[in-house]
């Protein structure tokens, strides 16, 4: 089943990022990698990951790279080629010059001593699919089929993923909703499976 609507959303992966040139407070990582299983709720949760072709028709024209998705926190922008995106064959990887600002040298500095490493974006979703898992025991999956509108790319602290209410509180409604459909339909054939185990 594939899903139409647009929603915006942040995303946390295992991406890299490191320091490259103390002169330039530059920058390199991965925003997002390709085909690489994100598990998102735990036990309880399902299994996500992007297309390699979900940025074909991204819109990359105006993306600031921040720290932590704070608009005051502006590291380095597109707008003034401070930043570039590179689509590869693993994902979207960033480039940033970080501008000689008292935040700027704080997170640079942060990112040279490997105390920030993490790396997660804001942008719409246009399409993607599900999967049902039929055994209780294996994770529904989701995948990222095409992105629209990039906001930002964000040097963090620590991943929003790891907290399952504010992941499920990512989804639209309506996807919302049919996970709790979907929880509740997996806890009913687990308590069946063991019932039938006590028979």
């Known amino acids: 089943m ?4 647009i929603e915006k959303r942040q995303f946390i992966f295992d991406a890299e990022m490191r320091a490259m ?3 330039k407070m530059e920058v390199e990582g991965y925003a997002l990698k390709f085909d690489k299983a994100t598990t998102i ?3 309880y949760g399902w299994s996500e990951k992007i297309s390699k072709t979900a ?6 024209s105006d993306v600031v790279f921040n720290f932590n998705h704070d608009i005051n926190n502006i590291l380095a922008g597109t707008r003034n080629s401070s ?3 590179i689509i590869d064959n693993i994902g979207l990887k960033i480039n940033a010059r970080i501008t000689d600002t008292s935040i700027g040298r704080d997170v640079f500095q942060l990112i040279k001593d490997g105390l920030i490493n993490k790396m997660s974006f804001m942008a719409i979703i246009k399409s993607s699919s599900w999967s049902w898992a039929d055994d209780p025991e294996e994770l529904d999956e989701r995948e990222i089929l095409g992105f629209g509108k990039f906001f930002d790319v964000s040097a963090v602290t ?3 993923y790891q907290d399952t209410e504010l992941a499920a509180r990512s989804l639209g409604i309506e996807d919302a909703n049919m996970r709790a459909a979907r929880q509740y339909e997996r806890q009913m054939r687990r308590m069946e499976n063991i019932l039938k185990g006590r028979l």
């Open 21 to 23: 040139s103390d002169e």
């Open 2 to 5: 594939i899903h139409e609507k």
């Open 41 to 43: 709720g735990g036990r």
């Open 83 to 85: 930043l570039d995106l």
């Open 55 to 60: 940025l074909d028709e991204a819109d990359l």
């Open 158 to 160: 620590f991943p929003a």
